[in-house]
């Protein structure tokens, strides 16, 4: 059974940093698609960031990039998401992602709110 346990969120003030964490369980992170998404008040989901099987290459949205970092530790079998410069419009919940590159199933964790605000 696949599980997917996120942990970091918190409440910050603009400009500040912070860094989700995606510990994933019955499936491996470093040889499958890793993808954290956001859900933001009255908006559709979204993706933030993504890292790909069995390398190090990355994609990001377009409102996060330079500011978001995707990563993953193999020994950990966690993936991590490190957030600066932080906007009162990254105020979301941030839900980790995994897709099985085999059979193209996809597994969500429970989701983590990040609240950035003065």
């Known amino acids: 059974q696949v599980q997917l346990v996120e942990s970091g969120g918190g409440t910050v003030q603009p400009g500040e940093s912070l860094e989700l964490s995606c510990e994933a369980r019955?499936?491996?992170?470093?040889?499958?698609?890793m993808s954290w998404y956001r859900q933001r008040p009255g908006k559709e989901r979204e993706m933030v960031a993504t890292i790909y099987a069995f390398g190090q290459i990355t994609n990001y949205a377009d409102s996060v990039k330079g500011r978001f970092a995707i990563s993953r530790d193999e020994h950990l079998n966690t993936v991590y998401l490190q957030m600066s410069s932080l906007k009162p419009e990254d105020t979301a919940v941030y839900l980790c992602n995994a897709r099985e590159i085999t059979t193209r199933a996809d597994y969500w964790g429970q989701g983590t709110q990040v609240t950035v605000s003065s």
């Open positions: 019955g499936f491996t992170v470093s040889q499958n698609i």
